[in-house]
């Protein structure tokens, strides 16, 4: 099943939601619950609104930025060059 999500963005804030139903696809086929996630990085806020078995919960706490590190390894990838970085989970390993 593909579930198309938009993703806004600026410098400082990003909101994450599902798209609004495209041409051809019927919403009673399938229900999708209201999902969003808002982060703010200047105030180091995330906020996530979630349905789940029926109840909708709004999430709230601070963002834990990654510890990322910068590798060797270059890449171009659409006609830009990249460089690959990696970082752990420390909650899941």
Known sequence: MLIKVNLF?????????YADETEGESSYLRRKGDYLIYRNFEENKIKE??????????IEDNLNPYKWRVMNELKE?????CMK???EDTVKK
């Not at 963005?9 to 939601?17: M, R, T």
């Not at 990838?77 to 060059?81: A, D, I, N, P, T």
């Open 9 to 17: 963005f600026s410098p400082v804030e990003s909101i994450y939601a």
């Open 49 to 58: 609104l979630q349905e789940m078995f029926g109840k909708i919960y709004l």
């Open 77 to 81: 990838v659409q006609g830009h060059l």
């Open 85 to 87: 970085t990696i970082t």
